[in-house]
Structures are given as structure tokens and as C-alpha cells.
């Protein structure tokens, strides 16, 4: 199990050639799965379908918050990539506070977008810190109703339809759930860390728990209320 990990390279095959012993590495394992094992082999040039992607961690994360980035971040990149956010277009973010939904945020802003993000109260204050320019709580307000109209929206957690959400986009406006995304590549996982080494984006954790905990952490995961991410530690 498992799509995304970080930690230390151990040994390389001799035809290797960008890593070495001890380099600090970040990761997406593809369908392969087998990152909560202590070790999982990986192609230096994988495909995400296949072998993974891998490279170098960015250098001011730590392991936890590395192993964070990849599967949330890479879905998220493959999503907005695909909606061609253009400077100022008004973009809704549904499901803002999730693993996607955060790194949706914080990427439709780096790509020039106007930013709305809706999320349950309590997770307001933190999608607000992302950089969304404004919040909507969906307990309270049906963002369908408000009036206001939108030129790209995006679900990020899949629980809404096109259908659902006609009345607030524009004419000719996109709407993408999280199955839209693209299939990753080497490039955009340097990308993602090109920006978190920018400060540009961040990842969310909500909780972490060792590996012994591994059942306590799916059943939080289950509940549909994490912020962000949660993370397993090997420590």
C-alpha cells in the first residue's frame, strides 16, 4: 500500500547516474504502491503508471512534509494544467481543505488565477491562508445560489456533477472533478519542487501517526474530515 513516500536512496544500480547513497529523494510510486515498506525499489526514469516517479526532496522540507507532495500535488498540477487558467479568471475550488483541494489552491494562484475555495467553518481560516482571495463555507451557503459566476470550477473531492454546478459557471466556463487529472510525469514532479523550494506552495498535515498505527490512520482518513494530509513515519 501506499502512493507517496520520502526518505534516504541506500543503494543505486551501477547504471545510475542522478543518485547516489544518501541523496534525499521524494516520490510517487505509481499503482505499484509499497510505500509504507521500509524500502521500495524505484527506476531512476520511471513512468508513473509503471515504476514511479523520484527525485530529489526539495531542501527546505522535511521527510513528513515531503512525503506529503506527490500524489495530492501531482493530481492537483494534472487538474488545473488541464482547466488553462488564464490571469484573473475566476476559479472555485470545492473540497478546498483536502490533500487535492489544497494544492488545487495554492497552484490555480500560481497560475494566475482568481481564487474561491469552499470548504465545511472549520477549515476556513486555513484554505484563507493558502492564498485563496475568497472562502465560502458550504454548510452555510450553496455557492450554486449566490449569484456569482465562475469561469473555471473544479471539484476536488468528486462529490459534485457539471450538472450541479451549471448555474455558476460561465458560458464556454470548465468544470474538472478530481478523476480529470492527467498522468504525471518526472517533469512535474521537479516542477512541485521547483515551487515548494520557491515558497510558493506548501503541503497541509493534519495528523501524523507511526506505521504501528497504520488502521487508526485509514479509519481517520475514512471519515472524510483530515485537513490536508496525513502522514505515516517510519521514525
Same mark, same amino acid.
Given at each position: +500500500?501506499?502512493? /507517496?513516500?520520502?526518505?534516504?536512496?541506500?543503494?543505486?544500480?551501477? /547504471?545510475?547516474? !542522478?543518485?547516489? =547513497?544518501?541523496?534525499?529523494?521524494?516520490? %510517487?510510486?505509481?499503482?505499484?504502491?509499497?510505500?509504507?515498506? /521500509?524500502?521500495?525499489? +524505484?527506476?531512476?526514469? #520511471?513512468?508513473?503508471? @509503471?515504476?514511479?516517479?523520484?527525485?530529489?526532496?526539495? /531542501? !527546505?522540507?522535511?521527510?513528513?512534509?515531503?512525503?506529503?507532495?506527490?500524489?495530492?500535488?501531482?493530481?492537483?498540477?494534472? $487538474?488545473?494544467?488541464?482547466?488553462? &487558467?488564464?490571469?484573473?479568471?475566476?476559479?472555485?475550488?470545492?473540497?478546498?481543505? #483536502?490533500? &487535492?483541494?489544497?494544492?488545487?489552491?495554492?497552484?490555480?494562484?500560481? %497560475?494566475?488565477? =482568481?481564487?474561491?475555495?469552499?470548504?465545511?467553518?472549520?477549515?476556513?481560516? +486555513?484554505?484563507?491562508?493558502?492564498?485563496?482571495?475568497?472562502? $465560502?463555507?458550504?454548510?452555510?451557503?450553496?455557492?450554486?445560489?449566490?449569484?456569482?459566476?465562475?469561469?473555471?470550477? &473544479?471539484? *476536488?473531492?468528486?462529490?459534485?456533477?457539471?450538472?450541479?454546478?451549471?448555474?455558476?459557471?460561465? !458560458?464556454?466556463?470548465?468544470?474538472?472533478? *478530481?478523476?480529470?487529472? @492527467?498522468?504525471?510525469?518526472?517533469?512535474?514532479? &521537479?516542477?512541485? =519542487?521547483?515551487?515548494?523550494?520557491?515558497?510558493? $506552495?506548501?503541503?497541509?498535515?493534519?495528523?501524523?501517526?507511526? $506505521?504501528?498505527?497504520?488502521?487508526?490512520?485509514?479509519?481517520?482518513?475514512?471519515?472524510? =474530515?483530515?485537513?490536508? !494530509?496525513?502522514?505515516?513515519?517510519?521514525?
Amino acid at each position: +500500500m501506499g502512493l /507517496e513516500l520520502a526518505g534516504e536512496v541506500e543503494a543505486t544500480g551501477e /547504471e545510475v547516474k !542522478n543518485f547516489r =547513497r544518501g541523496d534525499q529523494v521524494f516520490a %510517487f510510486t505509481g499503482f505499484y504502491f509499497g510505500a509504507y515498506a /521500509e524500502y521500495k525499489c +524505484m527506476a531512476e526514469d #520511471g513512468a508513473a503508471k @509503471t515504476d514511479g516517479l523520484v527525485t530529489k526532496k526539495p /531542501e !527546505n522540507l522535511s521527510f513528513r512534509e515531503a512525503a506529503a507532495v506527490p500524489s495530492g500535488g501531482l493530481t492537483a498540477l494534472g $487538474i488545473i494544467r488541464k482547466a488553462d &487558467i488564464k490571469k484573473d479568471q475566476k476559479v472555485l475550488i470545492y473540497g478546498a481543505s #483536502g490533500s &487535492i483541494g489544497t494544492y488545487a489552491v495554492q497552484l490555480a494562484k500560481v %497560475f494566475g488565477g =482568481r481564487v474561491t475555495g469552499v470548504c465545511s467553518t472549520s477549515n476556513l481560516e +486555513m484554505v484563507s491562508s493558502l492564498g485563496a482571495d475568497a472562502v $465560502i463555507d458550504y454548510t452555510k451557503e450553496d455557492f450554486t445560489k449566490s449569484g456569482e459566476k465562475y469561469d473555471v470550477i &473544479i471539484d *476536488a473531492v468528486h462529490k459534485k456533477s457539471r450538472a450541479f454546478c451549471k448555474r455558476a459557471l460561465k !458560458n464556454g466556463g470548465v468544470f474538472l472533478s *478530481a478523476h480529470s487529472s @492527467t498522468v504525471p510525469g518526472l517533469e512535474d514532479l &521537479i516542477f512541485l =519542487r521547483e515551487l515548494l523550494e520557491a515558497d510558493k $506552495i506548501r503541503p497541509v498535515i493534519d495528523r501524523c501517526y507511526p $506505521i504501528e498505527q497504520v488502521a487508526d490512520a485509514h479509519r481517520y482518513v475514512d471519515q472524510g =474530515r483530515k485537513k490536508g !494530509n496525513v502522514v505515516l513515519t517510519l521514525d
